[in-house]
């Protein structure tokens, strides 16, 4: 069964750090060629875009997480990671983790809920 299970959210206080993980199972994100991304939303807004990365190993990052946030993969654990440094308020959010690849099909996790407090 195609699965992707985040895990590491929870409440933090501002400025604060916290790492979210997003496991694989049933296909493997390398193999299948896909971008691994980390999105979030916010009562009442869209989803956005936090973070992709591509198959090349090029990222991209929304402008709101820029120098605060940071992607990375273990592939033989086939996990993605979401170090997310001097958190804000406004990061508050379901954060989502997603695999868009080759084959067109796309996955999705149930999300992790990360709350910033002041």
């Known amino acids: 069964q195609v699965q992707l299970v985040e895990s590491g959210g929870g409440s933090v206080q501002a400025g604060g750090s916290l790492k979210l993980s997003c496991s694989a199972s049933?296909?493997?994100?390398?193999?299948?060629?896909?971008?691994m991304m980390w999105y979030r939303q916010a009562p009442g807004k869209e989803r956005e875009l936090v973070v992709s990365?591509?198959?090349?190993?090029?990222?991209f990052y929304g402008d709101s997480v820029k120098g605060r946030f940071t992607i990375s993969s273990d592939n033989a654990k086939n996990t993605v990671y979401l170090q997310m440094g001097s958190l804000k308020i406004e990061d508050t959010a379901r954060y989502y983790c997603a695999a868009f690849c080759l084959d067109d099909k796309n996955y999705w996790g149930q999300g992790t809920q990360v709350t910033v407090s002041s």
């Open positions: 049933g296909f493997s994100f390398k193999t299948k060629f896909c971008a």
């Open positions: 990365l591509n198959t090349d190993d090029t990222t």
